[in-house]
């Protein structure tokens, strides 16, 4: 049975200053913004959409129920490029299993960025 729902298509983040955040999101994930407006700025990821969000009041606690990955080749050299960027270290880096490893910061926002690094995956043909 084929499901209806598609897949993955867009992660948002609420900032607290979307001016700010999209120059710390450009430099985090290396790419421009494809779409920007006072109300939303949006990046192409990988072919997913990376989306921000204006908080009216910034909330300080964030949810930690939801954490979405990125995909990254070297999830070390890519956890300390974060923090140098200025994102604060939340689970450092540690194997789950075989070859992956995961690990999450906290961007200047308190949001949290998953990052995998997992050779075993693959988009399915479908999805492409």
């Known amino acids: 049975m084929k499901t209806s729902v598609l897949g ?7 900032v607290g200053d979307i001016a700010k955040a999209k120059e710390w999101y450009a430099k ?3 790419t421009s913004p494809n ?12 072919g997913y959409e990376l989306g921000l ?6 909330t300080i606690l964030k ?5 979405t990955f990125w995909g990254v080749e070297n999830i070390e ?21 075989g070859a992956i ?14 990052l995998v690094q997992n050779p075993h995956f693959q988009i399915p043909d479908e999805q492409l």
């Open 8 to 14: 993955l298509r867009t992660v948002t983040y609420k």
């Open 28 to 30: 985090a994930f290396q």
């Open 35 to 46: 779409f920007d407006q006072p109300f939303y700025v949006g990046f192409t990821v990988a």
């Open 53 to 58: 969000q204006p908080e009216e009041q910034q």
């Open 63 to 67: 949810s930690e129920g939801v954490v």
């Open 77 to 97: 050299s890519e956890y300390k490029r974060f923090i140098e960027l200025g994102a604060i270290e939340h689970e450092p880096p540690k194997s789950v299993g």
């Open 101 to 114: 490893v995961v690990g999450t910061v906290k961007d200047p926002w308190g949001n949290i960025i998953g």
